[in-house]
């Protein structure tokens, strides 16, 4: 059974920082690539960003670029979001995401909340 569980939200002031935790089961997660989405009520999940099985590459959207940070660690099965610098409109549910190598069979996690306000 595949499970990805985020933990790391909750409430910072504007131009604070959080970190993401993402755990992954179930699957081999050295051979998904894993992203972090995120979503604000009545608007579409967006990119957030992208990291390969190595973590050699990774890729952000502009929105976040020089603010965020993906990483992951294989033998932890888990992969990380740095958010710093956040602003209000940071403010949303993140979703982990990993994608199967081989297949490209998607799982999605069931979301944390980050909320920036002051």
């Known amino acids: 059974q595949v499970q990805l569980v985020e933990s790391g939200g909750g409430l910072v002031q504007p131009g604070g920082s959080l970190k993401l935790s993402c755990i992954a089961s179930g699957f081999r997660f050295s051979r998904a690539i894993m992203k972090w989405y995120r979503q604000t009520p009545g608007k579409e999940r967006e990119f957030v960003a992208s990291?390969?099985?190595?973590?050699?590459?990774?890729t952000y959207d502009d929105s976040v670029k020089g603010r965020f940070k993906i990483s992951r660690d294989n033998p932890k099965n888990t992969v990380y979001l740095q958010m710093n610098s956040l602003q209000p409109e940071d403010t949303a549910v993140y979703y982990c995401?990993?994608?199967?190598?081989?297949?490209?069979?998607?799982?999605w996690g069931q979301g944390i909340q980050v909320t920036v306000s002051s």
């Open positions: 990291i390969i099985t190595n973590g050699g590459y990774t």
């Open positions: 995401h990993a994608q199967k190598d081989s297949t490209g069979d998607i799982f």
